[in-house]
């Protein structure tokens, strides 16, 4: 009885992708791809709770390893992911 979403249920299509998909690709976050869902479907339930995360907010809200080392860029794209959302809100 529960709503599950899958990281292929972000997105309605390939041309309305959810902002951290386009975050993701605009910040060229992927490496070896092995933790990207993982970690965009965290970063989209952060969201979900906190449109405006900090980076501090972001690194205590997500646990998720990557052993690439992209913590970075995952960091600089949920930090847009979140601007392209409430940017989208105004719209």
């Keep these: 009885g529960k709503k599950i979403t899958t990281i292929e249920g972000l997105s309605e299509d390939e041309a309305h992708l959810h902002p951290v998909q386009q975050a993701w690709l605009e910040v060229q976050?992927?490496?070896?791809?092995?933790?990207?869902?993982?970690?965009?479907?965290?970063?989209a339930k952060l969201l979900e709770e906190n449109p405006n995360p900090t980076t501090d907010d972001i690194k205590n809200g997500i646990s998720n390893i990557c052993?690439?080392?992209?913590?970075?860029?995952i960091i600089k794209a949920i930090l847009l992911a979140a601007k392209l959302k409430n940017?989208?809100?105004?719209g």
């Design 67 to 73: 052993r690439c080392g992209t913590h970075p860029r």
């Design 29 to 43: 976050v992927p490496q070896c791809g092995y933790c990207q869902s993982g970690f965009m479907m965290a970063a």
């Design 87 to 90: 940017d989208g809100k105004r």
